[in-house]
């Protein structure tokens, strides 16, 4: 035997410790961690943001598809000069997580369609649907406030470019009877418990509306939910079916 043999051979072997097996369980599951939140707020995203889209625009595609164009009407009189006035059609409050719109904001990407969907709980409508309509408060079209929440960060983040929208922006609701135009006007951060927002005249007790509202709400700041960012439109118009989609859904649309 060599006298390194030797020196190897007396060599007392390493004792593994308990700590250091602990140790190291952590490292591996920080790692994980760490994965998972990449995943969920880049990968994961990118996924379900895309799979937000392509659901939505299936399901335009399957209205565009349904819709029977009404009969010819009778041509008007020579002397009917004036415009007819579109009256919105009503929808009536949809069931939880009950499908009933698809909301397209062209500053957000031209492939930006996500549904809406009735309430606002995270398992049923915002985290596997999209956006999400507060119960009782008013629908497309109506006066009133038509108030809506979705998620900022993770779950496809319908709502996390809230903040870049300029004033004049087209926010449009689509439905299978036509397209709900609102034009966006500011944006506020408030305090979670700040539920006057969703007033039928937003922020204004007791006061009557005269014009529709359009409330989008999100958490605030990034990652947190401290505050609350609101984005305010007010409504433009309503284009019918039969009218063919409206100008304002290639308004400023980004690529």
């Known amino acids: 035997m060599t006298e390194s043999t030797a020196l190897r051979a007396r060599r007392p072997r390493r004792r593994v410790s308990v700590l250091g097996v602990f140790g190291e369980l952590l490292i591996t599951a920080g790692v994980v961690v760490l994965l998972y939140v990449a995943w969920q707020m880049w990968i994961g995203d990118a996924i379900y943001g895309a799979e937000r889209n392509a659901t939505g625009q299936a399901l335009s595609q399957q209205w565009a ?46 492939d930006y369609a996500v549904e809406m969907a009735g309430g606002i709980t995270r398992a049923r409508t915002l985290d596997a649907i999209g956006i999400g309509h507060y119960p009782g408060t008013d629908m497309p079209g109506d006066v009133g406030n038509v108030a809506v929440a979705a998620h900022r960060t993770t779950w496809g983040k319908p709502f996390n470019q809230i903040a870049e929208l300029h004033v ?25 418990n700040e539920v006057d927002v969703l007033l039928p005249v937003p922020q204004q007790m007791n006061v009557e509306a005269t014009e529709g509202y359009l409330t989008m709400t999100s958490c605030s700041p990034m990652y947190a939910m401290t505050e609350r960012i609101v984005g305010y439109s007010l409504f433009e118009s309503f284009t019918p079916r039969s009218d063919g989609k409206p100008a304002s859904l290639t308004e400023g649309v980004t690529t």
């Open 65 to 110: 598809q349904e819709y029977a164009p009404p009969t010819a009407s009778p041509t008007p009189a020579p002397d009917a000069t004036e415009p007819a006035v579109v009256v919105p059609v009503k929808m009536d409050q949809p069931d939880d997580a009950e499908r009933f719109a698809i909301m397209r904001i062209p500053r957000f990407g031209k």
């Open 168 to 192: 004049g922006d087209a926010i449009v609701i689509e439905t299978k009877a036509g397209w709900y135009t609102y034009r966006f006007r500011t944006l506020e951060y408030v305090r979670p």
